[in-house]
């Protein structure tokens, strides 16, 4: 079956513009997860989705702001970029409840702000 | 949530040897999860382990898990140059918990 699908796989934009990246996850899994990972800070958790409603959120600006549809997709959006915002963006899909098998990851949105 | 230590940060070792690396965490758990990382690209789902469980095995690797010393450890057997990434383990205290990764072990196998 297909992956998580992550697009644009990168993206250069320059500071104080805005940016939406995309998330497809596995067919049937009704969670996703949004991560930051640049080298300072390692991997931090932005939030989470089930069901188009958000259920867990990291420590991030409100900048930082998501969404899922109704069929699971879901995008994040950063408003006002700062440089600071350069880093690779992971999406992860899971199934609720049952996220003991694992989740799984997209290949990630590198992002570069200018 | 909470978050795993990875220990040692990182690791060198020669093709055809044993890796092992470990990971403490501070609370009781539902299970434990391992994730490798090549550069840049996303986490692959390596091995879960649950807490009612001693050791796991999976091809070359091996997971074992003490619940009473709070820590978890991860074998590679005969590493490959291909083995070379960050390994990060992920404590969930229940099904329903976002995982937290720390800042991982970066192994490297050289030919």
């Known amino acids: ?114 | 949530s909470q978050q795993g230590e990875e220990d040692p940060q990182a690791l060198s070792i020669q093709e055809g040897e044993n890796a092992t690396m470990n990971c403490s965490y501070k609370t009781s758990i539902n299970n434990l999860q391992w994730y490798r990382q090549n550069s840049g690209r996303g986490l692959v789902h390596l091995i879960l382990i649950r807490s009612n469980e001693r050791e796991k095995h999976s091809g070359r690797l091996r997971v074992t898990l003490d619940t009473s010393k709070k820590s978890s450890s991860l074998l590679i057997t005969a590493s490959r140059a291909a083995d070379t990434a960050s390994y990060f383990c992920a404590p969930q205290d229940t099904g329903f918990q976002k995982l937290v990764f720390g800042t991982g072990t970066r192994l490297l196998v050289s030919p």
């Open chain 1, 1 to 114: 079956k297909a992956g998580v699908t992550q697009t644009p796989r990168y993206l250069i934009k320059t500071r104080g513009q805005q940016v939406t990246l995309s998330c497809s996850p596995i067919s049937g899994h009704r969670s996703v997860s949004w991560y930051q990972q640049t080298p300072g800070q390692g991997l931090q958790f932005l939030f989470e989705y089930f069901s188009e409603t958000q259920r867990n959120k990291g420590n991030f600006p409100g900048r930082f702001s998501g969404r899922q549809f109704s069929n699971s997709r879901s995008e994040m959006n950063v408003s006002t970029l700062e440089l600071g915002d350069s880093a690779l963006y992971l999406c992860a899909s899971s199934s609720w409840g049952d996220r003991a098998h694992g989740y799984t990851f997209g290949s990630g949105t590198r992002l570069t702000v200018v």
